[in-house]
Nanobody
């Protein structure tokens, strides 16, 4: 069982930056593929960025060039650095960890952290 706790959200002006953290407990985060997702009011949840166990990363087109996903194995934490924020980045951001083992698929979500980009 993996517990994920997100933090770092808040209110920021357009053009500003935030760093979100996803702290894991109960297992080693690098054993999982970890993704940051977001859900704006009235919209479906969408993936923003993800990082595989080997450290390879992927980004949604909306995040490329502005967001960076990283992992600190010593702290068992995954980060999402968000720069040049836009009002359309406003959403609840969720951390997800998943992997497939011989026991089956494992899929865990955090509780989310609110990001609001507004002047």
């Amino acid at each position: 069982q993996v517990q994920l706790v997100e933090s770092g959200g808040g209110l920021v002006q357009p053009g500003g930056s935030l760093r979100l953290s996803c702290a894991a407990s109960g297992s080693i985060i690098s054993f999982y593929a970890v993704g940051w997702y977001r859900q704006a009011p009235g919209k479906q949840r969408e993936v923003v960025a993800d990082i595989a166990g080997d450290g390879s990363t992927n980004y949604a087109d909306s995040a490329k060039g502005r967001f960076t996903i990283s992992r600190d194995n010593a702290k068992n934490t995954v980060y999402l650095q968000m720069n040049s924020l836009k009002p359309e980045d406003t959403a609840v951001y969720y951390c997800n960890a998943k992997r497939v083992t011989w026991r089956g698929a494992q899929d865990y979500w955090g509780q989310g952290t609110q990001v609001t980009v507004s002047s």
